[in-house]
Protein backbone atom coordinates (compact mmCIF):
# COMPACT_ATOMS: atom_id res chain seq x y z
CA UNK A 1 0.00 0.00 0.00
CA UNK A 2 0.98 3.44 -0.81
CA UNK A 3 0.18 6.41 1.36
CA UNK A 4 -0.91 9.33 -1.57
CA UNK A 5 -1.48 12.20 1.14
CA UNK A 6 -3.36 13.88 3.37
CA UNK A 7 -6.50 15.88 2.48
CA UNK A 8 -6.14 18.34 5.11
CA UNK A 9 -9.06 19.62 7.66
CA UNK A 10 -12.46 19.85 5.73
CA UNK A 11 -15.40 21.11 6.80
CA UNK A 12 -18.78 18.92 7.43
CA UNK A 13 -20.66 18.13 3.52
CA UNK A 14 -17.14 19.81 2.12
CA UNK A 15 -15.95 17.91 -1.28
CA UNK A 16 -12.35 17.27 -2.03
CA UNK A 17 -11.04 16.04 -5.37
CA UNK A 18 -7.59 14.83 -5.69
CA UNK A 19 -5.65 12.68 -8.51
CA UNK A 20 -2.81 9.94 -8.05
CA UNK A 21 -0.30 10.09 -10.59
CA UNK A 22 1.34 7.01 -11.46
CA UNK A 23 3.77 5.72 -14.33
CA UNK A 24 3.64 2.10 -15.84
CA UNK A 25 7.52 1.00 -15.16
CA UNK A 26 6.84 -2.54 -16.43
CA UNK A 27 7.52 -4.01 -19.61
CA UNK A 28 3.94 -5.34 -20.58
CA UNK A 29 1.02 -2.97 -20.52
CA UNK A 30 -0.32 -2.59 -17.20
CA UNK A 31 -4.58 -3.44 -17.27
CA UNK A 32 -6.86 -1.82 -14.38
CA UNK A 33 -10.00 -3.85 -14.66
CA UNK A 34 -11.29 -2.16 -11.62
CA UNK A 35 -10.85 0.76 -9.17
CA UNK A 36 -11.97 0.06 -5.69
CA UNK A 37 -12.78 2.67 -3.12
CA UNK A 38 -13.84 1.62 0.84
CA UNK A 39 -16.95 3.83 1.05
CA UNK A 40 -19.68 5.26 -0.57
CA UNK A 41 -18.14 8.68 0.62
CA UNK A 42 -15.44 8.44 -2.20
CA UNK A 43 -15.74 8.18 -6.16
CA UNK A 44 -12.60 7.17 -8.15
CA UNK A 45 -12.29 6.07 -11.61
CA UNK A 46 -8.95 5.41 -13.92
CA UNK A 47 -8.83 7.70 -16.68
CA UNK A 48 -8.49 4.90 -18.90
CA UNK A 49 -8.06 1.08 -18.79
CA UNK A 50 -4.35 0.40 -20.57
CA UNK A 51 -1.13 2.21 -19.97
CA UNK A 52 1.70 1.16 -22.68
CA UNK A 53 5.54 0.40 -20.77
CA UNK A 54 6.39 4.15 -19.30
CA UNK A 55 3.22 5.61 -20.03
CA UNK A 56 1.97 8.10 -17.02
CA UNK A 57 -1.73 7.91 -16.23
CA UNK A 58 -4.23 9.55 -13.05
CA UNK A 59 -6.65 7.73 -10.79
CA UNK A 60 -9.03 10.99 -10.56
CA UNK A 61 -10.83 10.65 -7.08
CA UNK A 62 -13.47 13.06 -4.77
CA UNK A 63 -14.13 12.84 -1.08
CA UNK A 64 -17.82 13.87 0.34
CA UNK A 65 -17.30 14.70 3.89
CA UNK A 66 -21.32 14.68 4.47
CA UNK A 67 -22.35 12.48 7.43
CA UNK A 68 -18.38 12.93 8.78
CA UNK A 69 -16.59 13.98 12.29
CA UNK A 70 -12.91 13.34 13.47
CA UNK A 71 -10.40 12.08 11.32
CA UNK A 72 -10.79 9.59 8.81
CA UNK A 73 -9.13 7.50 6.60
CA UNK A 74 -10.24 5.86 3.70
CA UNK A 75 -7.99 4.16 0.71
CA UNK A 76 -8.80 3.56 -3.06
CA UNK A 77 -7.27 0.62 -5.03
Given amino acids: MVLLGDLGELLESEKKPFEFKFRNTGNATLKISQVVKTCGCTKAE ?3 SEYAPGEVGYIRAEY ?3 GKHGLQAKSIR
Fill in 46 to 48: SDK
Fill in 64 to 66: DSS
